[in-house]
């Protein structure tokens, strides 16, 4: 394997165009202008589904994904099952969820070299939302999915997804590092799918 060591993170903006019913993104690069993906998203009252594209929405189909649950991911009280992705390089479907005993908000999911990753709240504000969790629960899943890390097996950090809460449009920012730089586009389609049943 080739030394990440000189490399710099790969930075992606993501743009939130939505309605009721399901939302557009837009996931520009570093320089906030070059469009890389697109994705469309609809939902009904038990599931959603949401296409990714790069480039624009004219561009290849990269992932088809879908899962049967539309609420908060966070309740314990709820099983929805995995979140499926379809993405079009990897020719088995790649499964996103939590396991019995994993902390909330933890999804795990396996990579194309077969090893095993997971996105999980950050720490910090995952002691905060606990604290609201029983008393607002639009405040328990806004405070919860405010930042993600996408870690590996040994907890080495691969990616984070940090939400922006005062811009209109703007969703987030995707952060890759180098060593996950070999699966981004799973990358940015687990991100969207963590992002998804909340926006």
């Not at 077969?114 to 606990?130: I, P």
């Not at 984070?160 to 699966?183: C, E, H, I, N, W």
Request: net charge positive; aromatic share 8%.
């Amino acid at each position: 394997m080739l030394s990440t060591s000189n490399e710099r993170p790969t930075t992606l903006h993501i743009y939130n165009f939505g309605s009721v019913f399901g939302n557009r993104k837009i996931i520009k690069g570093e320089d906030k202008v070059t469009t890389l993906y697109f994705m469309q998203n609809t939902r009904g009252s038990m599931h959603w589904t949401f296409n990714l594209h790069a480039d624009g929405p004219d561009g290849p189909l990269l992932c088809r994904a879908q899962s049967s649950y539309n609420g908060p991911p966070m309740l314990d009280e709820v099983n929805h099952g995995p979140t499926i992705l379809s993405m079009t390089a990897i020719r088995r479907p790649v499964k996103m969820e939590r396991k019995r005993g994993a902390f909330n908000g933890t999804v795990f999911f396996e990579g194309p070299d077969h090893k095993e990753y997971r996105w999980q709240t950050t720490a910090r504000l995952f002691s905060a939302a606990m604290e609201v969790r029983a008393r607002a629960g639009r405040m328990w899943r806004h405070l919860s999915r405010s930042s993600c890390q996408c870690l590996d097996a040994e907890d080495a950090l691969i990616a984070t997804y940090r939400v922006t809460s005062m811009s209109v449009t703007k969703d987030g920012v995707l952060v890759v590092q180098p060593s996950g730089k070999f699966m981004l586009d799973l990358l940015v389609a687990t991100s969207l799918a963590m992002r998804t049943p909340n926006n």
